[in-house]
């Protein structure tokens, strides 16, 4: 009794800082609660896979890899900025990053452990994974890259832990609630912090060592992950570009899904004065830079071949551009990287508020346009199949223009609104890069498996198609749902923004707020 | 004596005919002596390890068709390749060596002219003969230029590189965690 009573309280700035550990209401439970549901859905679909082979997914002997290896490389690459951009951050003494960072780094924990997952659930007898240890042969990249992905999880892992030693000792002092057993965890993990000088300069260097290693680390395996496609001799992967394509790739969906928890934390701890505009706004520079790059790697990436369109890869191209991934393909180009520099760079111009001055370029125009379209292309042929077998196909009577002209039309009557609202453009512009980057995965690996070298020939006629069943998608929704399950548990045990690196804020209250460390209201 | 040479021309002219004939009996011998009618095919070991295929020509009535042409085919994933082109000897046989490790489900041998005969023997998926001696990098040398890190042995100076990356790391990793065992220890002593 005297021991709590003794128990010194956190601060107020303290406990808005860990109110992720603490708040939890009705709509917390009820999002762990469906993502768990997901998740166990997911493991049913595994374990009647387990049980009856991959012949229960669309995988066959041409499409052997399909939407679980999208997985792993679309994880392993959200995976890439957590720790890259922190240590980045860190090396270049940038003091904005410090509210951020940990947020980084866990998503790149928990992502880590569900992309390293997925070749397991790709391989139809997992019971053999040891023969990987036992026969791997050394020059094989997918060797490479079980050594590269191992030696970044355990360095990504001491990345997020080692600054987080001090915030533990603070938990271990002064977390009164809740159960013995997260006493015990926080006692365990602070290893006896004192904030003696001794230990703090042992921190501060293991840190400024870790920042120097991770870098390098986090480049290599995603180029080592690109190498399991460029080392193939296949029509798509057989390319030298594709080291530094994965890795601006990479960085470009982590950035976003950066973005995107930082928005949701933001919103559901009220952490408006930690989590700024300014942060925003500065993420909102490294996508739109990311971005470029990424852009011009993949327009480098196919007009080599595109150019030539030699024997081997013309059916691959012909697959891609005007094909059956033809749609998937622009639509991922368009919403994944193009949609998305437009989001972030158009509204910023000055003029833009001017547009609402032009009654049709309102939101309400656009938006009666936009449903009318929708009713007559989708909802009415849908709704009324005796019309079009009637021979009254609205389809057919629609110009192939009317469609973008209005996703034009309600572009720019929603620029105003997105001028307004940065973070809502930047967080939008955030979930369409991490869908376009799940898509261009996908797109990477089943396209090139579709148009082998030699034509698929004397094989059953659904061999040389490749459908996801409803175990895939059972297992990619559980994938998604366990990365999330991961990063929410890690945010209810841990503080999610470092507490005692926001305290280390600049001297003067200007310059904390032009760093944007805090907002105006915090100093 | 015009008697005389009269009957010299004729002889001489009788021998040329018959020479004449002859000949061309010498040269459609083999046409003379059977059409190709059947084509037997035969796969099998020879003492070096290595596949031969025989195939027997036979005309209708079962006697071996000697000088047929005999085209051996593999079926491939590119449709049906051909070998080689032999004749058969005396004993209506033509044979020829399949390629090492060639994994053939079919093979033809055709005989005669565009309606000729053939035959096809289905020889199942074998798996290719494994090498008797591991090719090591002096055989690799001739089929690649760079054939460093497709050996089927791991090159000791990729073995050397991986280790001093990955032995580098994770030698900073145990600095790291020696660095934290100070930490702790520090803490528990204050």
Request: net charge positive; charged share 25%; hydrophobic share 30%.
């Given at each position: 009794m005297s021991t709590r009573q003794a128990t010194p309280r956190f601060s107020e700035r303290e406990e808005r800082l860990l109110a992720s550990l603490t708040a939890g209401g009705a709509g917390t439970y009820a999002l762990i609660g469906g993502l768990l549901a997901v998740f166990l859905w997911g493991l049913v679909a595994y374990a009647t896979q387990l049980r009856?082979?991959?012949?229960?997914?669309?995988?066959?002997d041409h499409v052997l890899w399909g939407v679980y290896i999208a997985n792993f490389v679309f994880f392993i690459g959200v995976s890439h900025v957590g720790a890259l951009m922190s240590a980045i951050l860190r090396l270049t003494g940038a003091e904005w990053r410090r509210p951020i960072t940990r947020m980084a780094e866990a998503i790149t924990f928990a992502s880590l452990l569900m992309g390293g997952l997925m070749p397991l659930v790709d391989?139809?007898?997992?019971?053999?994974?040891l023969n990987l240890v036992r026969y791997g042969r050394l020059q094989s990249p997918i060797l490479w890259d079980v050594l590269s992905i191992t030696t970044y999880l355990t360095g990504s892992t001491l990345f997020l832990y080692v600054p987080m030693i001090p915030d533990l000792a603070l938990l271990r002092d002064r977390y009164a609630g809740g159960p013995a057993w997260r006493r015990r965890l926080y006692t365990l993990l602070s290893l006896g912090w004192q904030d003696t000088p001794a230990q703090r300069h042992r921190l501060e260097l293991i840190v400024r060592v870790m920042a120097v290693i991770i870098i390098p680390i986090a480049v290599s395996v995603h180029t080592v992950v690109s190498w399991i496609f460029g080392m193939t001799l296949r029509a798509g992967w057989n390319s030298t570009i594709f080291g530094p394509y994965f890795v601006s790739g990479a960085l470009f969906s982590g950035a976003a899904a950066v973005i995107t928890a930082m928005a949701a934390f933001r919103w559901a701890y009220r952490l408006e004065d930690y989590i700024t505009e300014a942060h925003f706004r500065r993420m909102g520079y490294l996508l739109i830079a990311l971005g470029l790059a990424y852009g011009y790697f993949t327009f480098a990436e196919y007009l080599t071949p595109a150019y030539k369109m030699a024997t081997a890869e013309r059916g691959y191209l012909a697959a891609v551009f005007s094909g059956p991934f033809a749609r998937l393909f622009w639509f991922t180009q368009l919403t994944g990287i193009l949609l998305p520099l437009l989001l972030l760079t158009l509204p910023r111009i000055a003029w833009v508020p001017r547009l609402h001055r032009v009654p049709l370029l309102r939101p309400r125009p656009a938006l009666a346009a936009a449903a009318t379209y929708a009713v007559a292309s989708v909802v009415l042929p849908a709704a009324s199949p005796s019309l079009t077998m009637a021979g009254l196909n609205l389809n057919e009577w629609i110009p192939p223009w009317v469609l973008p002209a209005l996703a034009v039309w309600l572009f720019l009557a929603f620029l105003p609104v997105l001028h307004a609202r940065p973070i809502t453009a930047a967080v939008v512009a955030s979930l369409l890069v991490n869908v376009g980057a799940w898509l261009k995965r996908y797109l990477i690996v089943v396209p090139t498996l579709l148009n082998p070298f030699l034509p698929i020939q004397r094989a059953p006629a659904g061999w040389a198609v490749y459908q996801p069943t409803w175990v895939e998608w059972s297992i990619t929704a559980g994938a998604l749902a366990g990365f999330l399950l991961i990063y929410i548990g890690f945010s209810k045990l841990f503080p999610i923004v470092p507490i005692w690196e926001t305290r280390e804020a600049p001297e003067s209250r200007e310059a904390a707020v032009q760093e944007g460390i805090v907002g105006v209201a915090a100093v | 004596m015009l008697r005389r040479s009269r009957s010299g021309r004729a002889s001489t002219g009788l021998r040329r005919f018959c020479l004449g004939a002859l000949g061309v009996l010498l040269f459609a011998l083999p046409a003379w002596a059977g059409e190709p009618a059947r084509v037997t095919l035969r796969l099998a070991a020879g003492p070096d390890g290595a596949q031969w295929i025989t195939a027997r020509v036979t005309d209708a009535e079962g006697a071996p068709v000697p000088e047929a042409s005999v085209v051996f085919k593999l079926r491939t994933a590119f449709g049906w390749l051909t070998l080689e082109e032999r004749r058969t000897d005396a004993s209506g046989r033509a044979r020829t060596r399949l390629p090492a490790g060639t994994r053939a489900t079919e093979i033809r041998a055709e005989s005669g002219d565009v309606e000729g005969v053939g035959a096809i023997l289905s020889v199942g998926a074998r798996a290719p003969e494994s090498p008797r001696v591991r090719p090591g990098r002096d055989v690799l040398g001739t089929l690649s230029p760079q054939p460093g890190f497709i050996s089927p042995r791991p090159v000791p100076e990729l073995v050397a590189l991986l280790a001093l990356v990955l032995g580098g790391i994770w030698a900073t990793y145990g600095y790291v965690a020696w660095l934290l065992w100070q930490i702790r220890s520090s803490g528990s002593r204050s």
């Open positions: 009856h082979g991959l012949g229960v997914t669309g995988l066959r391989m139809g007898r997992p019971d053999r994974l | -």
